[in-house]
Every structure is written in structure tokens, then in C-alpha cells.
């Protein structure tokens, strides 16, 4: 076109749309002569129409202006709004949409208060796009308030403060606002239902899914994938798996996200053989399996302790090119480990070429499970030298591995460490794992030494594994203050008096052991009966 010099305004707009679609801001085209491809830039198309004297013209510079901010160039597409010799409305939205891209709140209010000083009235999609940056950078408050200023909002203003609810865990919230929009007389789509469900799902509102369920089947939804899938949801995760079965079945024709949403309610629900067999069927039905859905049958070997059943999904993965997500290879490591094939797991972790902190805390933990302890620290060292920032997790895990291991010492100075080096708070969590660490090895003033000083006190786990070391030791004054805050934490948990009345036992204290029983009797507490599955 550009050859024949047919290029009009409607198709640089064109072709500016194709570069804002793009995942990149470039496209491929052909020479039209030996059909050689090359790659053209959006910022190349911005050089054509400048030369070809578009540069005015308000309909490209707001495609141009698309361009820009849906690919996050900011400074790009505030430099040509401001030598924009006309703007519009759509001007002004898309500056407003490309801000709240990049959750930058203050500019989004701020590009809201030029329009309305410039004299552009806010429609519609100013609205949604303000709601959608607020409720994006998670300030419900301010999108709530911009929705409540809409005198009549919209199905995709509600859809928009809906969605935002839900994304932020506000759902019983938006349960509410959902019964609001039905006293107002708003019908909800697709999206609503979807949206709504996905929030009863979330709250484990079962009788809440059941009256959105009936009011579907009175709609001309009811059959709709997005909204079964949302309705297996909820029936999935509050327990009730043969109503999600049967939506399943009922659904005409399925998509992919049907099929995970009932392989993820099978495996939620502790199904996993049945989950496996599940996703066979779903690979006989020529249903192309998503990174979800390996990380989902992944879990489900893992469940199964079934090495033989995760390799087989690992050699799928690798077939069908999904072994560089960075989730899925991080199922793998865990399915791996899980399955006692810690080395393999070694192996897939070192060829993985991209890796975030959920991947190395995997593989952290892999090696506590199956007490390799010093291959847990040497790789928590290689991830601080690797510019991988630890989280709470990655403390929990090497922690873990430095007490089941009985390094001891090693646990200390990582735990110093702590707060001191990396600046994460420790919780109960990391004070358990170094407790239980000191409480093996019999270091017990160690031990009173972190209790006094610790601010989680409250935590009956802490108590019990401290308890549970005295006994091993036979520290009675020890036992006895670690079991005295167990009765104070739950004077009705019987593990607490059943821990102390045998270590008396062990050392003959028989008027000691009565005295626990009668501790017992007085407080009503019975323990409960041991169960054998032989």
C-alpha cells in the first residue's frame, strides 16, 4: 500500500491497532516481492505518518496514542498528547487507561482533574477506566467512591466495581453489591454471573451459589462455559463434587477452562486418582492441556506419591513445550520431591531457564522433606548469591531442613539473619523451626532464652513441640511451663495432658501421673482413642 500510495488515515489506524495488540509493539510483514518477512515497529509507523502529514489528524494520533500506553511507553504518549493540537475524550481515556496499566493512581486522578478542567466531560469509559486503575493498585476505597458518584452506572461500571471486589478479596462485599445491582433492576451477563460465583466460591457460600445457580436457569446464560465453569467452582470447593459433576455433564460443549475447573475441583477435593483419570479423558477428547492444567495433575501425582504417573506428564510437558513456565516446572520440582527423587528434581531445577523465589523455596523444601539439610543451606546460599530475595517461606523451609538435619548452629545463624540481613519479620512459624531445633539437640536454655523474647506466645504449636523435646530429654521443669500455656491456650486438648502424664510415666512418677488425670477429670477432657489401619 505504502508503494502504491493508497495510505489513508483508516488504515495507519489499522495498523497501529495491530502494533497495540501485538506483545510487542512490532509486527511482521511481507516485501510483496520474494515474501521476505521483517519485523516494522509502532514507533516506525509514528516516523510514516509524520512524513506523510497525519501528525494532526485526531483519529491516528489517538491510535498512535493506544499504541503507546497499552505497551506501558508512558512518556511516549504524554510527550504526543501534549503536542496534540486537538484532543477528544478518547484522548483523554486512554491516557487515564494506560496510567492505571501501570497502577500509578496519582496520575490517573490527576489526568481525571485535567479533563474536567479542560471542559471534557467524563462518559462511560472514564468511568470504567478509573475503576479499573483504582481497583487494580487495590485502593477500593477511591473506586467505590468514583462508582458511587455515577448517577446511572452502567452493566460494565458494575461488572468493573464487581471485579475489583473480587481481585481484592472483598467478597462478601460484592455478594452484596450483586443483590443491590438486582434491587436496581440491572440485568447481569455473563460476566457478572462469572464474577459473582467466582466470590461465592472464594467465601465458600454454598447456599449463596445455589440461588445464583437457580436464577440461571431462568436466564439465557445458563448453558454459557464461563458461567459453569464459575457454578463447578463453587459446588468444588464447598465440597459438594457430584453438583459440579453433574454441571459439568450437563454443559453442551466444553472449552479448556471447563475442563480445568473440574480436574482443579477433583484434585481440591482429594480425588486424585480420579483427577488423573480425568485428565486421560480430557487428552482423548483432543483438549490441549494449559500450564494450569499440567500444574494441576502434577499436585495430583504428587498426592499420589506416584512417580511413575508424574513422569509420564513430565514427558507430555516437554513434548508439548511447556517445561520453561516457570509454575509448571516449579509442580514438577515439588511433584519430585514429593515422590522421594530428589535428585531429580535437582536436575530439572538447574535446567530451568527462568526461576522466581516460589521455585527455589520448592526446591529448598524438597531437600528438608528428604533430610538433606546441607544441600537445603548450600542452595538457600547459592539463591542470596543468585540476587533472589528470601521470603518467610524460604526461611520456614531452610529453617525446617536445618532442624530435622541437626544443624543446629547453622539454624541459628540463619535465623539471626533474619531481620538483620534480609529484613523479613520472624513469625511463629520460624520461632517453631528453631525451637525444634534447640529442643532436639537438648539445648534447653537456649530455648528460654528465644521464649522470653519471642512476641507469639500464643501459638499452642510452639508449646507442643517444646513439650514434646522436654519429654524426649525428661525436662520436667521445662514440660511443666510448656504444658501450663497449653492448658491456659486449650484446656480442652487432651495431646497437652496425654504428653505430660507419659513423661511421668517414663520416670515412675505415678502420683504425678494421677495428679494429670485428675487435672483431666476436672476439666471434663477425654482423650480420644487411637485409631490402626492395619
Not at 472514564?126 to 483504582?134: F, R, S
Not at 518467610?392 to 523451609?397: L, R, S
Not at 536445618?402 to 545463624?413: A, M, P, Q, T
Request: charged share 20%.
Amino acid at each position: 500500500m505504502h508503494r502504491m500510495g493508497i495510505i489513508d488515515c483508516v488504515s495507519l489506524s489499522s495498523v497501529l491497532g495491530v502494533c497495540s495488540k501485538s506483545a510487542a509493539d512490532e509486527f511482521l510483514v511481507s516485501d510483496g516481492i520474494d515474501e521476505k518477512r521483517y519485523k516494522m515497529h509502532g514507533k516506525q509507523i509514528h516516523g510514516l505518518l509524520i512524513k506523510l502529514g497525519f501528525e494532526s489528524d485526531l483519529h491516528v494520533n489517538n491510535s498512535l496514542l493506544d499504541m503507546y500506553a497499552k505497551h506501558g511507553y508512558m512518556e511516549c504518549a504524554e510527550m504526543l498528547f501534549n503536542s496534540m493540537s486537538e484532543v477528544s475524550v478518547v484522548s483523554w481515556n486512554v491516557m487515564i487507561a494506560g496510567y492505571g496499566k501501570q497502577y500509578d493512581i496519582e496520575r490517573v486522578t490527576e489526568c481525571m482533574q485535567r479533563m474536567q478542567s479542560c471542559g471534557f466531560e467524563p462518559d462511560d469509559v472514564t468511568y470504567v477506566n478509573m475503576l479499573a486503575a483504582c481497583l487494580k493498585s487495590g485502593d477500593v476505597e477511591t473506586g467505590l467512591r468514583i462508582f458511587n458518584s455515577m448517577s446511572l452506572p452502567s452493566l460494565t461500571s458494575w461488572n468493573a466495581i464487581l471485579s475489583g471486589y473480587s481481585q481484592n478479596e472483598y467478597h462478601r462485599e460484592a455478594v452484596m453489591l450483586f443483590r443491590e445491582m438486582q434491587f436496581r433492576k440491572v440485568r447481569p451477563d455473563r460476566t457478572t454471573f462469572a464474577i459473582i460465583l467466582s466470590c461465592c466460591a472464594g467465601m465458600g457460600l454454598l447456599e449463596g451459589g445455589k440461588q445464583i445457580h437457580a436464577a440461571l436457569l431462568k436466564s439465557d446464560v445458563s448453558t454459557d462455559l464461563y458461567v459453569a465453569s464459575g457454578m463447578i467452582g463453587v459446588y468444588s470447593k464447598c465440597g459438594k463434587i457430584e453438583a459440579a459433576k453433574h454441571i459439568f455433564n450437563t454443559v453442551p460443549q466444553y472449552d479448556i477452562v471447563c475442563w480445568n475447573s473440574m480436574l482443579a475441583g477433583l484434585s481440591l477435593n482429594s480425588l486424585d486418582r480420579e483427577a488423573f483419570t480425568f485428565f486421560q479423558q480430557m487428552l482423548g477428547k483432543g483438549m490441549s492441556p494449559t500450564e494450569f492444567s499440567y500444574a494441576t495433575v502434577l499436585n495430583c501425582c504428587s498426592s499420589l506419591s506416584s512417580l511413575s504417573q508424574g513422569r509420564q506428564v513430565h514427558g507430555l510437558i516437554m513434548k508439548n513445550g511447556h517445561a520453561n513456565d516457570v509454575y509448571v516446572g516449579t509442580g514438577l520440582i515439588d511433584m519430585y520431591c514429593k515422590c522421594g527423587d530428589v535428585d531429580g528434581a535437582r536436575q530439572f531445577f538447574d535446567t530451568m531457564p527462568c526461576k522466581n523465589t516460589v521455585t527455589w523455596n520448592e526446591m529448598i523444601h524438597g531437600y528438608a522433606q528428604n533430610g538433606h539439610g546441607e544441600d537445603a543451606v548450600r542452595l538457600f546460599e547459592n539463591m542470596i548469591e543468585a540476587s533472589f530475595k528470601p521470603d518467610c517461606i524460604t526461611f520456614v523451609a531452610v529453617l525446617t531442613a536445618c532442624s530435622h538435619s541437626g544443624l543446629v548452629d547453622i539454624g541459628l545463624r540463619i535465623f539471626d539473619t533474619m531481620m538483620q540481613e534480609h529484613g523479613v519479620e520472624p513469625v511463629s512459624d520460624h520461632y517453631t523451626c528453631v525451637i525444634d531445633s534447640l529442643g532436639r539437640a537438648g539445648r534447653f536454655n537456649e530455648v528460654e532464652e528465644i521464649i522470653d523474647k519471642m512476641g507469639c506466645k500464643d501459638d499452642p504449636i510452639i508449646w507442643e513441640v517444646l513439650l514434646s523435646s522436654c519429654r524426649v530429654h525428661a525436662n520436667v521443669k521445662l514440660a511443666r511451663r510448656a504444658a501450663n500455656e497449653l492448658f491456659r491456650l486449650d484446656p480442652t486438648n487432651s495431646a497437652s495432658y496425654s504428653l505430660m502424664a507419659n513423661m511421668y510415666s517414663s520416670l515412675d512418677r505415678w502420683d504425678d501421673v494421677e495428679d494429670v488425670r485428675g487435672v483431666m477429670e476436672e476439666w471434663q477432657v477425654s482423650k480420644e482413642p487411637g485409631y490402626s489401619w492395619v
